[in-house]
């Protein structure tokens, strides 16, 4: 008799710990090699996204982002399958609010394929698609 184990399952644990003690390095773990980002805001619209490949590039962003002095906390995630949705809110020292939407594809438990909507508090000295620091 045959058997065959199941695929490992995506780590929704991890994925909270990661985002609410913002551990890029953590983060990354859960992405594939070969994974692809799509990051979608008021600076990188739905047709010109941000799109960052592989792990080397989408490790180099989440270091971006969770090395800034904010809060993050996971509002929910849903898993069903070999997909996750989540939704993250972040705040900054000074009051801005940024909330993220995501949903992606899974391969063996990690994160393949990804797509991010970020909305921002608005802010007028925004100069680089997020707040002055």
């Known amino acids: 008799m045959t058997t065959t184990a199941a695929p490992p399952a995506f780590d929704t644990r991890a994925l ?3 985002i609410e003690r913002g551990d ?3 983060l ?4 594939a090699d070969d994974a692809e980002l799509r990051m979608v805001d008021r ?3 739905p047709s010109h996204p941000l799109v960052v490949h592989g792990r080397a590039e989408i490790g180099a962003m989440l270091s971006d ?16 399958g070999d997909h996750v949705a989540f939704l993250e809110s972040c705040r900054y020292p000074d009051g801005i609010r940024v909330l993220v939407s995501s949903i992606a594809d899974l391969r063996d438990g ?3 394929d990804q797509t991010s909507v970020q909305a921002w508090d608005e802010n007028k000295s925004w100069d680089d698609g997020g707040p002055a620091q």
């Open 16 to 18: 909270r710990e990661g």
């Open 24 to 26: 890029a390095e953590a």
């Open 28 to 31: 990354l773990a859960l992405y």
């Open 43 to 45: 600076k990188t619209q």
């Open 65 to 80: 982002a969770y090395g800034r002095e904010t809060t993050h906390r996971l509002e929910q995630v849903v898993l069903q």
């Open 110 to 112: 990690r994160i393949v």
